[in-house]
């Protein structure tokens, strides 16, 4: 099994920067891919960005430019570096990881809230 224990979530103003962090437990070897999944009140869970163990990323259209999915070398941590942020970014943030097209774990989810 894998654990996915996420931090860096809180509250920021628009136009601000933070940094989420995930780092995986367990059985990592069972993973080629991590990133990070959003989630608003009322909406369904959305993909952000992911990276796969060769450096392939993806990001949704509106965070391209903005956000930076990056993974240590050891591929047992992925981070998400969101840059000029929007209140429309404000979510329950999820990290995840997979192998191939299959879900393996989710994180706990740690809230971004951004307000002036």
């Known amino acids: 099994q894998v654990q996915l224990v996420e931090s860096g979530g809180g509250l920021v103003q628009p136009g601000g920067s933070l940094r989420l962090s995930c780092v995986a437990s367990?059985?990592?070897?069972?993973?080629?891919?991590m990133g990070w999944y959003r989630q608003a009140p009322g909406k369904q869970r959305e993909l952000v960005a992911t990276?796969?163990?060769?450096?392939?990323?993806n990001y949704r259209a509106s965070v391209k430019g903005r956000f930076t999915i990056s993974r240590d070398g050891a591929k047992n941590s992925v981070y998400l570096q969101m840059n000029s942020l929007k209140p429309e970014d404000t979510a329950v943030y999820y990290c995840n990881a997979g192998f191939g097209g299959f879900v393996v774990a989710w994180g706990q989810g740690t809230q971004v809230t951004v307000s002036s």
């Open positions: 990276e796969t163990d060769d450096g392939s990323t």
């Open positions: 367990g059985s990592i070897s069972s993973i080629d891919n």
